[in-house]
């Protein structure tokens, strides 16, 4: 199966805003074909004609063929997202990694630049990869994944992110959460529920990131099995780790805990043998467990705040249909008072 190596899973939105701040959304919203080439030949590369949108929300990627050459895939960032330091910094971190063979895929340079600019766009290039996401059911792949988590977080753990933000309640629950109440989009007869509930919420996380303090690291972000390609054979064998868009400063078990699924007992079995690969390089904090729940339900209310934030993209009105509906938000209550039931219960434990 053949995929993009960028924007694949829930982008994670911050409130950093690009130097140029005449940069309008309308001509990202509309960038065409034409546009595309014309900003990779002006790199000095040679177009074949060919291109593909691939998966991604958050920014505009596609695969453009190149005469004599393998396709490429350019990304082209949304306006008013990340600076231009933030951005470099993402880049500065992967080629890093890349240096210590560590299997991410990081931008291409040109004349030692890997961010350029075209009329109004910025964009970056990267090599193709293909593969398909990990199998959790198989603990060698988990393992081998861990070890791989574990040296990104070695490094990550060596110097701060300075332009790119922390992952905390504060941005990824507060924001969201006073966001939605003010945006319309709950249905009044929903809001007061919503509301009750999500304050609780909030306060239990709080609580708990007060009790786990430790050292954040610079993170991948996003770690999730959309974000890993694995391939069975040939000398790239194994899981390209890609996508770092939403690298930020954090606690290393976010990059961890989206691996973890089904039972309890499963994913306790899984932990283990993603730790087995993972702490020969990077120190695991066991305090972090009691994240998870907390994590996983910024998460969901960022995912909502996420849409609703791009609602005057098209793109997302036909891709998230759904979103301005009772049922979405009946279904959101629900998934949240589940998770004021998980947020109780013990953390996981490494036996």
């Known amino acids: 199966m053949l995929s993009t190596c960028l924007g694949l899973g829930i982008p994670l939105q911050n409130s950093l805003m690009s130097k140029d701040e005449s940069e309008g959304p309308d001509s990202f919203y509309s960038l065409g074909p034409e546009q595309v080439l014309q900003a990779i030949e002006s790199v000095g ?49 992967t080629l890093e990694l890349s240096d210590l063979e560590v ?38 792949q988990l393992k081998q994944l861990g070890r791989f988590i574990g040296r990104i977080h070695a490094l990550g753990s060596t110097t701060p992110f300075l332009h790119r933000p922390t992952l905390d309640v504060q941005h990824f629950g ?41 050292a954040n690291i610079r993170l991948h972000g996003d770690g999730h099995p959309g974000n890993i390609m694995w391939t069975d054979s040939g000398s790239k064998a194994g899981p390209h780790i890609v996508d ?35 702490t020969p390089f990077f120190d695991f ?25 791009r609602w005057d993209d098209p793109a997302f009105k036909y891709a998230f249909p759904w979103f301005n509906t009772q049922n979405y938000w009946e279904d959101h209550i629900l998934s949240l008072k589940e998770q004021a039931s998980a947020l109780n219960e013990e953390p996981l434990q490494w036996t």
């Open 45 to 93: 590369l040679d177009c074949d004609g060919s291109q593909m949108a691939l998966n991604s929300y958050e920014n505009r990627v596609y695969q453009v063929g190149i005469n004599g050459d393998k396709p490429l895939v350019a990304k082209f960032y949304r306006p008013n997202r990340w600076t231009d330091e933030a951005i470099l910094e993402e880049h500065e971190f």
């Open 103 to 140: 299997p991410v895929v990081p931008p291409l340079q040109f004349e030692g630049d890997t961010l350029f600019t075209f009329e109004d766009y910025r964009f970056s290039l990267y090599p193709l990869r293909g593969g398909r996401a990990p199998d959790l059911e198989n603990m060698s």
């Open 174 to 214: 507060d924001d969201s959460y006073h966001f939605l109440l003010e945006s319309g989009f709950i249905p009044p007869e929903l809001k007061t529920a919503y509301e009750t509930l999500a304050e609780d919420l909030l306060d239990h996380i709080d609580h708990i990131f007060d009790s786990v303090k430790g």
């Open 244 to 278: 770092f868009d939403d690298a930020r400063m954090g606690p290393a078990v976010q990059d961890i805990w989206m691996f973890l699924t089904g039972s309890r007992n499963h994913r306790e079995s899984a932990l283990a043998e993603f730790l087995e690969g993972y």
């Open 285 to 309: 904090d066991l305090r972090q467990f009691a994240l998870i729940e907390g994590l996983r339900t910024l998460r969901m209310m960022h995912y909502a705040a996420w849409i609703g934030r």
